[in-house]
């Protein structure tokens, strides 16, 4: 028996960074001997145990055979005989193909480390396109690590789009991939590679069909939809969004892409018909209540925080009372920073002000602290109050000359 560390951390050790969780492989054992050294078996479809100390995967070395569609359509064969060389070769990327001894000595058979020092993104075999997901995959790894995909590679990727396999991946699959893409240093990353591929109509047809659609020059200098998406996608890492912002602001313009063209370049109602798409969206990569109901906010209200200067004291009232934002404080400053995103999101305006978010956080907390007691007090508990305390709320701001 002989085990080894596998995959990411190998990958990452040399990268230089961080690493989360430790796999490992192991050649010339049985599930026999695995489990009569204390290992549990926790893998369904593939023999993984759980160390009886450690908690970490050991995997049976093992080769996989596609005989089906989608990404679980495969006979495996976990011999004693499998090598480490013949387990490696079935991997996604030539990254994620190596593996260390019990010495640390590397094991590199398909060129994982010269594609690491390259920041190329290359696939292992021709098996690559056996497995839908890796298409997915690949775009999240230039997402983690801004690389290149390999030309081959990608000729790969577009072949697995055009077979129609993508529509076998589960939503959750699907939502799993895009989630963890968001969280990434290189978000926008993650997005141009699928496009490249022809996968980003495939999976996610309501962000493909931004790109090509024009906007008005003055308002963005980028022009395209989809560009403006990119761009803000990256403001979002430099403003340190959390991954709920960043499905806002990916979500927030949707209605963009389905813009009569007599319109065009003007955008007049995006608002409500991004809050379609996305509940469409949502409902379809069964997405989270919480990212949904932020992401319907930022899309329905963008506009009107933009606006935020120039609105009366009635008005930002109101719109904070549309944002939930008495009854949920917390989620404001996520709903500003996704539209001060927006507004830097935009070729040469990286760097602009954003004075709307100061003006709508300093009008919330003159408007939260009215007090209600003294209303119920003088009028008693019945369905005026709500009209009266938003009364209350607007002579505060006044008074403040907010």
């Given at each position: 028996m002989?085990?080894y560390?596998?995959g990411g ?7 230089g960074?961080p690493t989360?969780?430790?796999?490992w ?19 369904k479809?593939?023999?993984?145990f759980l160390h009886?100390?450690?908690q970490e995967?050991?995997?049976l070395?093992?080769?996989?055979r ?10 495996v064969?976990?011999?004693r005989?499998?090598t480490?060389?013949e387990?490696?070769a ?9 593996a ?7 094991i ?6 010269r594609?690491?020092?390259a920041?190329?993104l290359?696939?292992v075999t021709a098996?690559?396109v056996?497995d ?5 995959r690949v ?6 690590l ?11 990727m577009?072949?697995?789009?055009a077979?129609?396999?993508?529509a076998t ?16 240093p ?5 997005f141009?590679?699928l496009?490249d591929?022809?996968?980003?109509a495939?999976?996610?047809p309501?962000?493909d ?5 024009p906007?008005?020059?003055?308002h963005h200098p980028?022009i395209d939809?989809g ?8 403001q979002?890492v430099?403003?340190?969004?959390s991954?709920r ?12 892409g389905t813009?009569p063209?007599a319109l065009?370049?003007?955008?007049i109602?995006?608002e ?15 997405v ?14 963008h ?5 935020g200067l ?6 930002l ?7 939930d934002a008495?009854?949920r ?6 709903i500003?920073l ?9 070729a ?5 002000d ?7 956080r300093?009008?919330f907390?003159i408007a ?6 003294p209303?119920?007090?003088?009028h008693?508990?019945?369905p005026?109050i709500?009209?009266l ?13 907010v």
């Amino acid at each position: 028996m002989q085990i080894y560390r596998v995959g990411g951390a190998v990958r990452d050790r040399l990268l230089g960074l961080p690493t989360v969780d430790c796999d490992w492989v192991v050649v010339g054992a049985s599930e026999e001997e695995m489990l009569a050294l204390g290992y549990r078996r926790v893998g369904k479809d593939f023999p993984v145990f759980l160390h009886p100390t450690t908690q970490e995967e050991y995997a049976l070395a093992r080769t996989e055979r596609k005989q089906g569609r989608g990404y679980t359509g495969f006979a495996v064969d976990a011999a004693r005989s499998v090598t480490l060389e013949e387990d490696l070769a079935r991997r996604d990327l030539t990254i994620n193909a190596m593996a260390e001894d019990a010495e640390g000595r590397l094991i590199d058979p398909y060129g994982g480390q010269r594609d690491l020092a390259a920041r190329v993104l290359r696939h292992v075999t021709a098996a690559f396109v056996e497995d839908p997901l890796r298409t997915l995959r690949v775009a999240r790894f230039a997402a983690r690590l801004n690389f290149t995909v390999a030309p081959e590679t990608l000729a790969l990727m577009r072949e697995i789009t055009a077979s129609g396999e993508l529509a076998t991946l589960t939503p959750e699959r699907v939502w799993r991939e895009l989630e963890r893409a968001l969280g990434e240093p290189y978000p926008a990353r993650f997005f141009e590679v699928l496009r490249d591929c022809g996968a980003l109509a495939a999976v996610l047809p309501e962000v493909d069909a931004l790109f090509g659609v024009p906007q008005p020059a003055q308002h963005h200098p980028e022009i395209d939809c989809g560009v403006h998406l990119l761009l803000c996608l990256t403001q979002a890492v430099r403003l340190g969004a959390s991954t709920r912002v960043r499905f806002a602001v990916l979500m927030h313009d949707l209605g963009k892409g389905t813009t009569p063209p007599a319109l065009l370049p003007g955008h007049i109602g995006h608002e409500d018909r991004s809050v379609r798409l996305l509940n469409a969206l949502c409902d379809r990569l069964r997405v989270p209540q919480a990212l949904r109901e932020l992401a319907v906010v930022v899309a329905r209200e963008h506009t009107n925080v933009h606006r935020g200067l120039e609105l009366r004291q009635s008005t930002l009232v109101d719109l904070l009372e549309r944002m939930d934002a008495f009854r949920r404080p917390e989620r404001l400053a996520d709903i500003l920073l996704a539209c001060e995103i927006d507004a830097r999101g935009r070729a040469g305006l990286e760097n602009r002000d954003y004075p709307q978010a100061a003006r709508l956080r300093r009008a919330f907390d003159i408007a939260r602290a009215v007090d209600v007691a003294p209303l119920v007090a003088a009028h008693g508990p019945g369905p005026e109050i709500k009209s009266l305390l938003r009364d209350a709320r607007i002579a505060a701001l006044k008074s403040a000359g907010v």
